[in-house]
């Protein structure tokens, strides 16, 4: 395995684990949201936690 294929899966568990950390201490969403937004982020890998941080940590309108 070549260094930087491995340095950047390394970020990249890094930065997955630092979202779900982040979802889960979220208020904005319930149970199934964040459940979603774990999904969303392990799926779509670095795409996904910047999802996160542009949608999904503002506040959800009820």
């Given at each position: 395995m070549e260094p930087i294929t491995f340095s950047f899966g390394f970020v990249s568990?890094?930065?997955?684990?630092?979202?779900?950390?982040?979802?889960?201490?979220?208020?904005?969403?319930?149970?199934l949201g964040k459940f979603v937004w774990i999904l969303v982020a392990f799926f779509l890998s670095i795409l996904g936690s910047i999802l996160w941080l542009i949608f999904g940590r503002s506040k959800v309108r009820n």
């Open positions: 568990l890094i930065i997955f684990i630092i979202t779900v950390v982040s979802i889960a201490k979220s208020t904005n969403h319930g149970v």
